[in-house]
């Protein structure tokens, strides 16, 4: 199946080429193949023009959340920097889709518009060295050292925030079932709220 991805052969059948089905080609050439020994990055061009066309096509509008991300991650991957942007374009377009989760899509958007900067700077994403066994340059282990220390403060933010939402959600449930916004009452309306009735 991968090898098939891979020689285009799918791209003449229609089941293949539907939202889903582009998807289906992503997982399989890139998070399949590396579970099965691909090299990593082997397949990474043939799946960027998958991951392109989802976003060109506006299939991502499709998906589901944890969908979105595994069709996106490989562009954040990508030392194009017009694929990073892309990415976050798109991102920021979801993240009123995912309300509930738009800060992480907003990270994740912060984070490829941060990969493009560097790709520009560097002719590269510097991240990627170490995975493809490059050596990195003086000035890039001082880059790497930053942005180390930046994604750590981030996850920090990313974890406080989620906590926030979650206890404002908790809070707010706790209070509909002490407080019912109407109580079935014999002559009484039914909008009357409960509090007015103590």
């Known amino acids: 199946a991968i090898a098939k991805c891979l020689n ?5 059948v229609k089941q293949w080429n539907t939202a889903h089905g582009l998807l289906a080609q992503v997982i399989l050439m890139d998070q399949y193949a590396r579970g099965c020994g691909a090299r990593p990055m082997q397949n990474q061009k043939s799946v960027e ?10 299939h991502y509008a499709k998906y589901e959340m944890m969908e979105l991300e595994q069709a996106l991650l490989p562009l954040l991957r990508s030392e194009d920097a017009a694929l990073q942007m892309k990415a976050s374009r798109v991102l920021k377009r979801s993240s009123s889709k995912f309300e509930r989760h738009s800060y992480h899509f907003d990270s994740m958007a912060a984070f490829a ?35 180390a220390g930046e994604v750590e403060r981030q996850n920090r933010r990313e974890s406080l925030n989620r906590y926030r939402k979650e206890e404002a959600e908790r809070s707010t449930s706790n209070e509909k079932k002490l407080f019912p916004d109407s109580v079935k009452i014999e002559g009484m309306s039914a909008a009357t709220p409960a509090t007015s009735r103590l």
């Open 49 to 58: 023009k998958i991951c392109e066309a989802i976003c060109d096509k506006g």
């Open 113 to 147: 518009e941060g990969n493009a900067k560097a790709i520009e700077y560097f002719g590269r994403l510097p991240t990627l060295n170490r995975v493809l066994k490059r050596n990195s340059t003086k000035e890039e282990n001082a880059y790497l050292q930053v942005l």
């Open 8 to 12: 285009g052969s799918f791209a003449r």
